[in-house]
């Protein structure tokens, strides 16, 4: 099955600067990856979905790519603000979600 | 539009009981997927229901075991109970055949705490 490997490391920045996350598939190229938000005692909630044949994809200040050659997503978060602080979830797509552990990021003011 | 809800939002029980979770699902939504997200981890896929039938399990025993009614709402049943399920149990609506990303959609989970 796949296995979703996420940098367990924290990300603390400063606001208004970009927020990089990683997200690494090690088995077959998933036809999709989706990117979830989650808050403490919450729920995660979809951010964006980018097919294996797209290289990337944007949504408001949100951005993220598919490389199948490094088998890698990349998530960014452009300005970012204290209101993004979170966790941040990669999941490939099957008929189940098969998610990574996230990484949490805190935006500093 | 309704959103997915589940209940109860917290639950304490002792090692060795049974314990039954709700979920109900987003309107127009016909499949229900099951996930135990414990701390610090990503949610664990458990299982799904679609049309009232299971669609697929993740890699848990079968004292995890669920329900969906015909008004696609669902029940995740827990039997033996272990400290190990000390987790957040997740339920996720999906419209099946609506796309074909299976975009699902997270109730807040309920939070069950086995002592």
């Known amino acids: 099955s796949q296995k979703i490997e996420q940098n367990s490391e924290a990300l603390n920045i400063q606001e208004g600067k970009t927020a990089t996350l990683t997200c690494n598939y090690t088995n077959y190229s998933p036809a999709y990856l989706q990117w979830y938000r989650q808050d403490p005692g919450r729920g995660p909630v979809f951010l964006l979905l980018i097919r294996e044949n797209e290289k990337e994809k944007r949504k408001e200040r949100l951005k993220v790519t598919f490389d199948t050659t490094l088998k890698q997503s990349l998530f960014h978060i452009t300005a970012s603000q204290p209101a993004d602080s979170a966790t941040y979830l990669c999941a490939s797509n099957d008929y189940k979600l098969s998610f990574g552990a996230g990484t949490t990021v805190t935006v500093r003011a | 539009e309704t959103g997915v809800t589940q209940s109860p939002t917290h639950l304490i029980k002792t090692r060795g009981q049974q314990v039954t979770l709700r979920c109900s699902s987003q309107?127009?939504?016909?499949?229900v997927s099951w996930y135990q997200q414990a701390l610090g981890q990503g949610p664990q896929f458990i299982f799904q229901?679609?049309?009232?039938?299971?669609?697929g399990r993740g890699n848990f025993p079968p004292r995890f075991s669920g329900l969906q009614f015909p008004n696609y709402s669902s029940e995740l049943n827990v039997n033996a109970l272990e400290l190990d399920d000390s987790a957040l149990y997740l339920c996720?609506?999906?419209?099946?055949?609506?796309?074909?990303?299976?975009?699902?959609?997270f109730g807040p989970g309920t939070r069950l705490t086995v002592l």
């Open positions: 309107s127009g939504h016909n499949t």
């Open positions: 229901y679609y049309r009232e039938e299971e669609n």
């Open positions: 996720a609506s999906s419209l099946a055949g609506g796309n074909d990303y299976n975009e699902q959609f």
